[in-house]
């Protein structure tokens, strides 16, 4: 009996979360809180040792089961990601039970390819969305899509109704983030919504969502020239725009006000409404003591973990790992609450 075992990193956002939904660029980091799940085929559908018909799994197992006809599986599942908190809790799920499934079926990793069905069974369960987070889950690292990249950095295309998003990868220079979760569990859904009926009613709100297009280009150049105060700048007035979209609440806004005097920059990160802020800082133990201060839990994290791997074994044996070190090591957490 063959038994996959999958783990998948989570990310947040640098710049361009809801504008990427319409074709703008996005920038993301994958961070090492990660959804681990280990499949086998079963004589009926089962997650963590508890019976579960098909129709009761989530929609994104539900659709991916599907895919691979339908044969029931025992899942059994950890993970180290807040869900409804901005950090691609759901995605990071899709992509390891989508690299699981296919490892069961004796296919090689195939990132791309598990990007595509994750961001497949993401959209049957949430409606309308980008492949920003699934993309991101399964390459690990730094990932632009829709932005100017050198030919060797294109990693996949996927395309969807009328929009194509390129997604590529970017290098980073050394720096250091800080998320602080309000603890408010947000939906994806809904909140793309809610920017969608804005931006087709109102023509304010679609140079709103143009304007976040910009602001995410900049923020590539600045990185590119390893300008910390400018991408700060950016994110800031990133936030700013956000909240004209209706994405941010107050628990948010106070914790981003509480990490800018540590910060070059700081914004909600994902698809707001609660969930998480990030900054970017060198003060990380200012900035994690503010959001604490401040009634948020803080979370220090490093950037270069690697995307979805996967392993397979028969009962009884050492697993065969594939997928390893393709793309960064993983780092240290300094701390995590
Ligand atoms: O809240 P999260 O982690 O699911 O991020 C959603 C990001 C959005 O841009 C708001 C939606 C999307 O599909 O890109």
């Known amino acids: 009996m063959i038994e996959a075992t999958a783990s998948a990193p989570s990310?947040?956002?640098?710049?361009?979360?809801?504008?990427?939904?319409?074709?703008?660029?996005?920038?993301?980091?994958?961070?090492?809180?990660?959804?681990?799940?280990?499949?086998?085929?079963?004589?009926?559908?089962?997650?963590?040792?508890?019976?579960?018909?098909?129709?009761?799994?989530?929609?994104?197992?539900?659709?991916?089961?599907?895919?691979?006809?339908?044969?029931?599986v025992s899942a059994y599942v950890e993970s180290d990601i807040p869900s409804g908190s901005g950090l691609g809790s759901s995605?990071?799920?899709?992509?390891?039970?989508?690299?699981?499934?296919?490892?069961?079926?004796?296919?090689?990793?195939?990132?791309?390819?598990?990007?595509?069905?994750?961001?497949?069974?993401?959209?049957?369960?949430?409606g309308r969305g980008s492949p920003m987070d699934t993309s991101t889950s399964a390459a690990g690292g730094g990932v632009a899509l829709?932005?100017?990249h050198r030919k060797e950095d294109l990693?996949?295309?996927?395309?969807?109704?009328?929009?194509?998003?390129?997604?590529?990868?970017?290098?980073?220079?050394?720096?250091t983030f800080v998320l602080g979760n309000t603890g408010i569990r947000a939906a994806t859904g809904p909140l793309v919504d809610k920017v969608r009926r804005y931006r087709e009613s109102n023509?304010?709100?679609?140079?709103?969502?143009?304007?976040?297009?910009?602001?995410?280009r900049d923020g590539l150049r600045a990185l590119r020239a390893g300008d910390l105060d400018e991408l700060g700048a950016l994110m800031t007035y990133d936030h700013k725009l956000l909240s004209i979209l209706g994405v941010s609440c107050p628990e948010l806004n106070s914790l981003v006000d509480a990490a800018l005097p540590?910060?070059?920059?700081?914004k909600l990160t994902g698809s707001g409404g609660g969930g998480c802020m990030v900054a970017?800082?060198?003060?990380?133990?200012?900035?994690?003591?503010?959001?604490?201060?401040?009634?948020?839990?803080?979370?220090?994290?490093?950037?270069?973990?690697?995307?979805?791997?996967?392993?397979?074994?028969?009962?009884?044996?050492?697993?065969?790992?594939?997928?390893?070190?393709?793309?960064?090591?993983?780092?240290?957490?300094?701390?995590?609450?």
């Not at 990693?155 to 720096?175: A, H």
């Open 91 to 126: 995605a990071a799920l899709s992509v390891a039970f989508a690299a699981a499934l296919q490892a069961l079926e004796g296919q090689p990793l195939d990132r791309a390819a598990v990007a595509k069905d994750a961001y497949e069974a993401e959209y049957y369960a949430q």
């Open 146 to 148: 829709n932005m100017p």
């Open 155 to 175: 990693l996949w295309t996927i395309s969807k109704e009328d929009r194509t998003w390129e997604v590529s990868r970017f290098d980073t220079p050394p720096m």
């Open 203 to 216: 023509s304010f709100a679609a140079g709103i969502v143009d304007e976040i297009g910009d602001v995410t």
């Open 262 to 266: 540590y910060s070059y920059g700081a």
């Open 11 to 72: 990310k947040f956002v640098i710049l361009g979360e809801h504008a990427v939904v319409y074709g703008e660029p996005s920038l993301t980091l994958a961070i090492d809180l990660r959804f681990r799940v280990r499949l086998r085929y079963s004589d009926a559908f089962r997650v963590n040792g508890q019976t579960a018909s098909n129709r009761n799994t989530s929609p994104h197992m539900r659709y991916l089961y599907d895919l691979h006809g339908g044969k029931p």
């Open 280 to 337: 970017l800082t060198d003060r990380p133990q200012q900035v994690a003591k503010a959001i604490l201060a401040h009634g948020g839990t803080p979370y220090i994290v490093h950037t270069g973990v690697p995307g979805v791997t996967v392993s397979t074994r028969e009962a009884g044996q050492k697993q065969r790992h594939r997928g390893r070190g393709h793309h960064g090591e993983k780092k240290n957490v300094d701390s995590r609450r």
